[in-house]
């Protein structure tokens, strides 16, 4: 969708074009991702991920000689701290609009999975993350400090898109770090994840199950395939 071909066009006008065919503005509006006062939701949205698409680090490039070309620091993580925003809706209205524009590029018969995917996320240096927490690498047949990422995706067998993810904590809080922070709206999407990562195995089953159902429903999954790749299971050490 983003031409890489030519060199004299400019990116970030490439970059815009895509975003609006993909509707973003009116995904995050669905997804209760906005602001009431200031540079708008859409804007800091398309800077942040511009930076990823560019490999750039939001902390350098605010204190480097760019910084002008963005807003204050506090604008975006304010944004990216916000526990109001559901993005794990965004996520999946994205995933939804993706796959519908590759269905119309593939043939009828080719077979859509869903991949169900878990990989142990190593912060080894960190100290302070809420949640953190020793989980059991079974690829590496040892505890590590961090979280197991839970990933279920699309694929038509030569795409790949992410519906959903979690970062799963540990259900022991003996094995757990740091906990939640007590300033957090228990009323909101942020809390409802972070209750989600210390489920235990059984609920974790439900939910998961839940999950590729709501997907299976959005029409993601026509064919009710289901694949689970990775090495780790929800098991704690």
Excluded at 11 to 32: C, D, M, T, V
Excluded at 93 to 119: G, Q
Aim: glycine share 6%.
């Amino acid at each position: 969708m983003i031409s890489q071909n030519s060199k004299n066009e400019n990116p970030q006008n490439q970059f815009s074009i895509a975003l609006k065919e993909l509707g973003i503005g009116k995904l995050l509006r669905k997804s209760n991702i906005t602001k009431s006062c200031g540079v708008s939701a859409y804007e800091v949205f398309q800077f942040l991920l511009l930076l990823v698409f560019q490999g750039k680090n939001l902390f350098r490039f605010l204190n480097s000689k760019y910084k002008d070309m963005a807003v204050s620091k506090n604008t975006y993580y304010r944004f990216l701290n916000e526990t109001s925003y559901n993005w794990s809706r965004f996520l999946l209205l994205l995933a939804v609009r993706a796959t519908t524009a590759f269905n119309s590029l593939t043939r009828p018969e080719r077979v859509k999975v869903l991949i169900l995917d878990d990989s142990v996320i190593k912060r080894n240096r960190s100290k302070t993350v809420e949640l953190l927490a020793r989980v059991y690498d079974h690829v590496e047949h040892r505890c590590q400090k961090g979280f197991t990422l839970l990933t279920l995706g699309w694929s038509d067998g030569y795409s790949f898109i992410p519906t959903g993810f979690n970062m799963l904590s540990s259900t022991e809080k003996i094995n757990r770090y740091n906990e939640v922070c007590s300033d957090i709206d228990h009323r909101t999407s942020g809390f409802r994840f972070r209750k989600e990562s210390m489920m235990h195995n059984g609920c974790r089953s439900s939910s998961d199950k839940e999950c590729i159902e709501r997907r299976c429903r959005s029409g993601l999954c026509p064919h009710g395939h289901l694949v689970h790749h990775g090495a780790n299971d929800q098991r704690d050490p």
